[in-house]
């Protein structure tokens, strides 16, 4: 088995909200093993966002944080951006909308690696046609806005990996896409991670698309990390009622229910 890349012991976050606290993780143990793609699923709310920004050092001021993250083979907590990559669900935020695409990619390059501007546009380019954007030379000198929701993302990924990281966190990545795009973003972000010898820590609330990949899948509710384990031995043995009704209902946690109440007599 391979080694433990982050491991979460009782990990309890709590935001200040409406003058009050609300718990977020209640004493969450988890291991991230180095090169596995391990897929966080749960319903909105469910603490998946909160887990992400715990483990990347990246909670917003206010939050309290109780328990233990550890990054066993390293000396020194990743850097965020540098070591760790995040695509989010929406391009457009994470994409800034006057700066050419080539600019954007090749900042990362540029900062964290310490590369000039001809060898980090350079990479630019070899990251645009990693992540098969057409017409590549082009789009390095083309802005967000001419690129549809699909490309936005494969280009926020090509930013979220310039550095190198040897840790993705995708974060709802594929959720504003249609499922022929979110299929296809899915399996880019796989490619990515296994030519690249990356890590992924994919949050989604779909268990389907989720379960289409991932080696191990966790399932968050309402805080408290309920089940986890290998992604066939969860689906097909699930040990939770939870877990089970997940998967009898097969279900994307953003759908509302198509109907409401009894069924008639
Ligand atoms: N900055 C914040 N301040 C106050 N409360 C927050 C903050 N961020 C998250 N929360 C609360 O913490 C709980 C968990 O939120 P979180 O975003 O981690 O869940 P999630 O599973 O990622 O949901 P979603 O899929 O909707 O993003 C929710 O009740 C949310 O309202």
Redesign the pocket.
Same mark, same amino acid.
């Given at each position: 088995m391979n080694e433990i890349l982050c491991a979460v012991r009782k990990l309890s976050v709590t935001?200040?909200?409406n003058g009050g606290q609300?718990t977020?993780?209640h004493a969450v143990d988890l291991d991230v093993i180095a090169g596995e793609r391990l897929a966080i699923i749960? =319903? !909105?709310? !469910?603490?998946? !966002?909160?887990?992400a920004?715990a483990v990347a050092g990246l909670l917003?001021e206010?939050?309290r944080m109780e328990g233990k993250i550890s990054w066993p083979s390293r000396n020194t907590p990743p850097v965020p951006g540098r070591d760790i990559g995040f695509v989010f669900q929406d391009p457009t935020a994470s994409l800034n909308p006057v700066l050419t695409i080539g600019e954007q990619i090749a900042e990362g390059a540029r900062q964290h690696l310490g590369f000039g501007w001809k060898k980090a546009l350079d990479k630019a380019l070899d990251l645009l046609n990693q992540v098969r954007i057409p017409l590549p030379e082009r789009a390095l000198a083309a802005y967000p806005h001419q690129f549809s929701g699909g490309q936005r993302q494969r280009i926020a990924i090509a930013a979220a990996i310039a550095a190198r990281p040897s840790f993705l966190i995708a974060? =709802?990545a594929t959720s504003a896409l249609d499922m022929v795009v979110q299929a296809e973003i899915v399996s880019l972000l796989d490619e990515l991670v296994r030519e690249n010898g990356m890590t992924l820590l994919f949050?989604t609330?779909d268990l389907a698309l989720a379960s289409g990949f991932a080696d191990r899948v966790a399932i968050?509710e309402n805080?408290h990390l309920v089940e986890r384990g290998a992604t066939q031995t969860v689906l097909y043995r699930p040990q939770t009622a939870y877990a089970r009704s997940l998967i009898a209902n097969h279900l994307d946690l953003?759908s509302p229910p198509l109907l409401s109440g009894s069924p008639p007599p």
């Open positions: 935001y200040g909200k609300a977020a993780l749960g =319903e !909105s709310g !469910s603490g998946k !966002s909160t887990l920004c917003p206010g939050a974060d =709802e949050i609330h968050f805080g953003a």
